[in-house]
């Protein structure tokens, strides 16, 4: 009798995508970059990798599977590998796994799903190979990959300094209800920066005298209403200049009685606050049926960080 060979190890991590309730910009430094105070709130649209052993000197592999799979990388430029790698490069290992990665959260639309897969992977790679990293260590090699990498790990709601990176948990009671819009062709968020610097950068305000305050209460009340109504973005000027039809998603919106709307990030993801889960549905359908949109997610925040299933 022969003996069916058994399963290689794997560990399944999820993570959550994100929106900026509120984004501010400050004026391009010397080193290229733009010093930013962000409020991120983590949303329960996920992304899930799943680490599956292989054997040594195998290196890294990437699958992909869900809504627009097909615009995902499967090489070195995919940051789910870059985490693997980075990863295996600290500890002093050979970089050794077959990532899978189940897209829930909408591609290049300014949400951090390459962001959530890098975290899930940093995750689950760090238990497929007991490595036994603290969060704190796992948080300083995510922010090596990208500014929205450490919220992902961090989930729920938080304000992040410099580049988005340093971050601090913020008090979030009650559930909020978004609607987002997308588009098939996405906008380069350096494109974006460059187009923020012409219109007002040189203007910009130091981000250090940014005033959140009704945002930050309004989130600690649970007020959706509050929310919806302290909701910012500097980069949405330049959203707009470069893509000019998400001015009538924002207006769809907004006519169907959203608490806030506004451009998510770098866009060109439209994202509007609801006062329910049915209300969120019926801006999605009005999106759809006025063409304002290439696809439509509903969901609710806040989402917790990654985690092992």
């Not at 962000?38 to 052993?53: G, M, P």
């Not at 969060?135 to 988005?164: C, I, K, M, N, Q």
């Not at 009671?173 to 610097?197: C, I, K, M, N, Q």
Request: hydrophobic share 45%; glycine share 10%; charged share 20%.
């Amino acid at each position: 009798m022969t003996l069916a060979a058994a399963p290689s190890p794997s560990v399944r991590v999820r993570a959550p995508g994100k929106v900026n309730l509120s984004l501010r910009v400050g004026p391009v430094e010397e080193d290229g970059y733009h010093p930013l105070v962000t409020v991120f709130q983590a949303v329960a649209l996920v992304e899930e990798v799943t680490a599956t052993e292989v054997a040594d000197g195998a290196g890294i592999s990437v699958t992909v599977e869900g809504p627009q799979a097909d615009r995902v990388p499967l090489d070195a430029t995919n940051l789910a590998w870059r985490a693997a790698e980075l990863l295996a490069e600290h500890v002093g290992i050979s970089p050794d796994v077959a990532l899978h990665l189940a897209k829930g959260v909408p591609v290049a639309g300014g949400m951090a799903g390459g962001s959530a897969d890098a975290a899930a992977t940093l995750v689950a790679c760090d238990a497929l190979w007991g490595t036994g990293l603290s969060r704190g260590e796992l948080s300083t090699l995510a922010a090596v990959l990208g500014s929205d990498v450490p919220f992902a790990l961090l989930g729920h709601t938080a304000v992040g300094t410099g580049r988005g990176h340093l971050l601090t948990p913020a008090m979030s009671r009650g559930e909020f209800h978004w609607a987002f819009a997308t588009r098939d062709e996405g906008l380069s968020t350096p494109a974006v920066y460059r187009r923020f610097d012409e219109l007002c950068g040189p203007t910009a305000p130091p981000v250090d005298v940014v005033d959140d305050n009704a945002l930050m209460q309004a989130l600690r009340a649970g007020d959706p209403s509050a929310l919806g109504a302290a909701l910012h973005n500097d980069l949405e000027p330049a959203a707009l200049d470069l893509r000019p039809e998400l001015e009538r998603t924002l207006e769809i919106a907004r006519n169907g009685g959203a608490l806030g709307a506004m451009v998510s990030g770098s866009g060109p993801t439209v994202a509007a606050l609801a006062r329910s889960r049915q209300h969120a549905l019926a801006i999605a359908a009005t999106w759809t049926a006025e063409d304002a949109a290439d696809s439509v997610w509903c969901t609710t925040a806040p989402a917790a960080g990654a985690r092992v299933l």
